[in-house]
């Protein structure tokens, strides 16, 4: 089991899989005013960036479950590294309908809300893991400027305009489902670039050491139009943040 080996290929130099800087994980880590021995649940945790820097800095425990073999491995190191690896742990599998054992104080996905089928399928899954009064984080797109034409969508990896809605119509959505936005923090453009830019200097380095592989073509044709693709679309239309919510 694992996601398109491409993904695996152009966010193989990622920590963070999403256009959050270390600065903006640190900042929302502070704003949720999290306690040591909270316990935290990420679904699509990638390489437990969060997980293992929120551990260190706050003492939380985690669980963190990613559908990439890669992403997982690496969270496991970094969970070493950090030396937090006795409060952390990564499950390699599908998160589609995860449910943790012992409720959690923050249930968060970021930047995966398609594992629930949606942001309003996301939360329903994740307030099944949450203890009373807690936390639901989802890092989701938003229209920075409605792309006025569909093609101008898909240019930004939609599908169509409606995949994503502008900001205050995001928050108003959360309170249609029943929550509070009790706190954000957005990405910005540079942290896009931090996000898109990663992945061309890794696919140019895969290209030059993977001459045979299958995927080549594919690499390359990504490598020629992502960049210009990014400056012109998703760098202007898309936004991007991580919203935490809590039940009315
Ligand atoms: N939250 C992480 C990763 C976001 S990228 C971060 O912000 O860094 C989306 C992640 O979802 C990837 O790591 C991908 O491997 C994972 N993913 C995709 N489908 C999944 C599924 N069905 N179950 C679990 N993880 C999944």
Known sequence: MDIPRIFNIMES????????????????????????????LDLGSGSGEMLCTWARDYGVIGTGIDMSQLFT????????????????????????GYVSDEKVSVAACVGASWIGGGVAGTIELLARSLRIGGIILIGEPYWR??????????????????DFLILPELLVSFGRFGYDVVEMVLADQDGWDRYEAVKWLTMRRWLEANPGDELVKDVRAKLTSEPERHVAYTREYLGWGVFALMLR
Request: proline share 6%.
């Open 13 to 40: 130099a990622h920590r963070i899989h999403n256009p959050f800087t270390p600065e903006k994980l640190a900042t929302l880590g502070e704003a949720l005013r999290l306690k040591k021995g909270d316990r935290v």
């Open 145 to 162: 400027q409605l792309p006025p034409t569909e093609n101008i969508a898909k240019e930004c990896l939609a599908h169509s305009v409606s």
């Open 73 to 96: 491995e690496q969270a496991k190191l970094r969970a070493e590294e950090l030396c937090v690896a006795d409060q952390v742990k990564f499950i390699h599998g599908d998160a589609t």
